[in-house]
């Protein structure tokens, strides 16, 4: 995000959404000026939004957000879902949104349980189409791998998780033993909205700046950094374990999707070719010119290349 004048967001605001960073708690105060629903699993407190498509031949689908964007991220995605005859189901990960921040190890396997209690609730018999982008890549490949039988197609937008992953210097850095976390909880905050937008390629200004404020809108309340921090160092650099997880999904032979942006800066494209033999049964699709984030930059792209995937029998 560049202060140097050419964007409508002031310097003096973007300075203040840095400053408000942790700076509330989640109370249930709080949660009852949000929009959505909420529910109380053994996981955590779970900020959710479910809508009716009005098809009941189809099945539900459950959409799972990556690293530091809650369910906003699948604005685009899910009202297109919905308008198509599906039952769509979002939800903020444990610590970010208006999710509980709770005090544990953010793992794979922390997230797929907290998938797991929410299917439990909202899906009747358990069975549904499963997104993923970014972590929640990780996070779905996870669940299926721990809860066999669910999940009956699955669809990835640039997904995390391949052990030929090369992270950057700032992610090593958040590893080191003690200082490490005290100097991601210094820099994060200015550096996550000062880098929110770098993935959106075809927006303009506005959209830009409503991005980076409904962002820093969850930011506020205290846990955000503790999460993102536990899941970097347990999730995203796990990648090990993580690619473990996907073979054992590839082992079920859902029926899978994977798009990938070319100019994707967070969750680099080269990636693919190690997936394309992880996943073998997946149909992969390459958007040219794309970022990380193209199902809320190219909204309209994105579900234009899914929806036939999703009605394929």
């Known amino acids: 995000l560049s202060m140097k004048g050419e964007w409508p967001m002031k310097e003096k605001e973007f300075k203040k959404l840095v400053k408000q960073v942790e700076t509330k708690k989640l109370t249930k105060k709080e949660r009852s000026k949000a929009p959505g629903e909420f529910l109380d699993l053994n996981s955590g407190f779970t900020h959710y939004e479910r809508k009716e498509g009005g098809d009941p031949s189809k099945l539900p689908v459950v959409l799972v957000h990556g690293y530091s964007t809650p369910y906003f991220l699948y604005d685009h995605i899910f009202e297109a879902l919905v308008k198509e005859g599906y039952t769509v189901i979002r939800y903020d990960l444990l610590g970010r949104g208006l999710s509980e921040r709770v005090k544990a190890k953010y793992t794979p396997e922390l997230f ?8 439990d609730w909202l899906v009747p018999d358990g069975r549904c189409i499963l997104f993923g982008t970014s972590m929640g890549g990780s996070i779905v490949a996870a669940f299926c ?3 066999p039988g669910l999940a009956q197609k699955i669809v990835f937008y640039a997904p995390a998780g391949m052990d030929n992953f090369k992270p950057p210097v700032y992610m090593k850095l958040a590893t080191i033993p003690v200082l490490g976390k005290r100097i991601f909880k210094l820099v994060m905050p200015k550096s996550t909205l000062t880098r929110a937008t770098d993935e959106l390629l075809h927006q303009g200004d506005a959209v830009k700046d409503k991005f980076v404020r409904d962002l820093a809108y969850t930011m506020q309340y205290k846990g955000y950094l503790d999460g993102t921090w536990s899941s970097l160092v347990h999730t995203i650099l796990n990648t090990k374990e993580d690619t473990k997880y996907y073979k054992k999904m590839a082992k079920q032979h859902i029926p899978t999707l994977v798009i990938w942006g070319t ?6 494209i080269y990636q693919i070719d190690r997936m394309a033999k992880v996943l073998k049964d997946a149909e992969f699709v390459i958007f040219e010119g794309s970022g990380h984030i193209f199902l809320y930059d190219e909204g309209e792209r994105a579900i234009a290349h899914t929806l036939p995937f999703l009605k394929e029998e």
């Open 145 to 147: 791998a721990m809860y």
């Open 112 to 119: 797929a349980n907290q998938l797991k209690e929410l299917i």
């Open 263 to 268: 100019e994707d800066k967070t969750m680099p």
